[in-house]
């Protein structure tokens, strides 16, 4: 791991809730420290790193889910508050230019103005740009306020920030989200994505939703990507952005180093 280790986990006496919105102040705060670690969604097409995603861990290390099984549900407000401002600020520790994405909870912003007050703040402090952000949210929970979420996507676009559907094709009405939403991307879900080499159902169905995605004018991410097999179907169904252990591994705060050998494939034209 890269031993640059920037000073950014927050711990539990930080009151930076106190200064945001009025569910953030009046929930308690959290009891545990929380770090970020990065991996890199990279473009083939235009042989780069698109941007990081944010994977929050506990101080030791632990993994996502570890830490949200910690999270009690009045503490979602100051939680999805505290992962923005951490994550911009070690992102901004280690020097990243690429874009940063930031997994969020629909149900954990109740007014867009004022919940991204707090990130905006972070990130001016920072000196991070607010146009490299990105805000992801899972198919896999249901949105329960179609009108609220798309209220969410439309002011994050006047802050020129983008959005993105995470496991696409996993859960609740995935279409009629893209329909509604039109995202700036959607990342595929990892059963679609897992053995597609060997599978032609799977590849009829990504080769439509790319298709389907490329009418929209909406980029597709294959997320979890293991084996190179897998890199080169993708990659011939018209996929440019990939992310999986095969490009490379998360590392806590630290930009991993990517595979090498899949600056290789090449792209469909």
């Not at 103005?113 to 607010?130: H, K, N, Y």
């Not at 897992?194 to 929209?216: D, F, M, N, T, Y």
């Not at 806590?252 to 469909?268: F, G």
Request: with cysteine; hydrophobic share 45%; aromatic share 8%.
């Amino acid at each position: 791991m890269d031993e640059k280790r920037p000073t950014t986990a927050v711990p539990p006496e930080d009151n930076d809730g106190a200064r945001g919105c009025v569910r953030c102040r009046d929930t308690p705060d959290l009891d545990f420290e929380i770090r970020m670690a990065f991996q890199p969604i990279v473009d083939l097409s235009a042989q780069d790193v698109f941007a990081y995603e944010a994977l929050v861990r506990f101080a030791g290390g632990d993994n996502a889910a570890e830490v949200l099984r910690r999270v009690q549900p009045e503490q979602l407000y100051r939680f999805d508050q505290r992962c923005r401002v951490v994550a911009i600020e070690t992102a901004a520790a280690l020097d990243m230019r690429e874009r940063l994405s930031i997994n969020f909870l629909p149900q954990a912003v109740y007014e867009p103005a004022a919940c991204i007050r707090l990130t905006l703040e972070a990130a001016v402090r920072a000196g991070f740009s607010t146009e490299k952000l990105i805000f992801e949210f899972t198919e896999n929970e249901p949105i329960r306020d179609p009108a609220h979420t798309l209220d969410i996507v439309r002011y994050y676009r006047t802050r020129h920030m983008m959005t993105a559907f995470d496991d696409f094709g996993a859960g609740y009405a995935g279409l009629g989200l893209l329909v509604d939403f039109q995202p700036d991307l959607v990342k595929l879900d990892m059963h679609l994505i897992r053995g597609i080499e060997a599978s032609v159902p799977r590849q009829h169905v990504v080769a439509a939703v790319v298709g389907l995605c490329e009418k929209l004018s909406v980029r597709v991410v294959a997320e979890g990507v293991e084996t190179a097999d897998e890199l080169d179907v993708l990659a011939t169904l018209g996929i440019s952005l990939f992310q999986g252990y095969y490009v490379a591994r998360p590392q806590l705060e630290a930009l991993p180093t990517i595979n090498p050998a899949v600056w290789h494939v090449r792209t469909r034209p």
